[in-house]
């Protein structure tokens, strides 16, 4: 059975300052990774998707790496911004591939 | 381009009473839905997926039911609510390919069950 674990569970950095938050997963036959950000009370927001072949993906300030065999994704934001502050939830599918299981998150607080 | 709705966006209700909770989505046909929770100090919980009209799978045993009435429509419900059943709840959807699930979120139900 799939499990996602997020570390940490909070972070407070100083504006500018490149983070990485970290994902791992039990299960490491995943077709899929994909990162979210919730802002307080609201939907998620889709940041990125890996794809099981691929390594890494890209989206402006923000880079996502995926290392299935070692169960591993990381999120990176470079120099972070008061507006990155959320929650960042980390997900991967299923072992039928039919869902996602989602890891309890990182709060980021980011401080100017 | 593709839309999720949900209504209500928040809901308060007494124990005992029945839910009932709205999903739609626009811009896509045949997309797969699902339904999540979240409940405070936890992580999303997969409740139901469905990937056709009439067509429901459940993750987890609980109180609640779901159903598709129509291809873009997924409804959450209820007969009796419990104090549990309280909790942020997110309907989703992602295109119809099983190995290639991105999925899009809802705004979400605030639901207070009291």
């Known amino acids: 059975k799939q499990e996602v674990t997020q570390i940490p569970a909070a972070l407070s950095v100083p504006e500018g300052e490149n983070l990485v938050l970290n994902c791992s997963f039990t299960?490491?036959?995943?077709?899929?990774l994909q990162w979210f950000r919730q802002d307080p009370g609201k939907g998620l927001t889709s940041l990125l998707l890996?794809?099981?072949?691929?390594r890494e993906q890209t989206s402006g300030r923000l880079n996502a790496s995926l290392d299935k065999s070692s169960g591993r994704s990381t999120l990176y934001i470079a120099a972070s911004q008061p507006g990155d502050s959320a929650t960042y939830l980390c997900?991967?599918?299923?072992?039928?591939?039919?869902?996602?299981?989602f890891g309890k998150g990182t709060t980021l607080s980011v401080s100017s | 381009s593709q839309t999720i709705h949900q209504w209500p966006a928040t809901l308060v209700q007494p124990v005992g009473s029945p839910l009932s909770l709205e999903c739609t989505v626009e811009?896509?046909?045949?997309?797969?839905l699902y339904w999540y929770r979240q409940a405070a100090g936890r992580g999303l919980q997969l409740l139901f997926y469905?990937?056709?009209?009439?067509?429901i799978s459940s993750e987890v045993p609980q109180n609640l039911s779901a159903s598709r009435p129509q291809d873009r429509q997924f409804i959450l419900s209820s007969k009796k609510l419990l104090l549990s059943d309280s909790g942020f709840y997110l309907c989703?959807?992602?295109?119809?390919?099983?190995?290639?699930?991105?999925?899009?979120f809802g705004p979400g139900t605030r639901l207070t069950v009291l």
């Open positions: 997900a991967a599918d299923n072992q039928a591939g039919t869902a996602l299981i």
């Open positions: 299960d490491s036959a995943i077709y899929n």
């Open positions: 989703a959807w992602s295109v119809d390919m099983v190995i290639y699930i991105e999925q899009f």
């Open positions: 890996i794809q099981s072949s691929q």
């Open positions: 469905s990937v056709g009209i009439g067509q």
């Open positions: 811009g896509t046909s045949n997309p797969n």
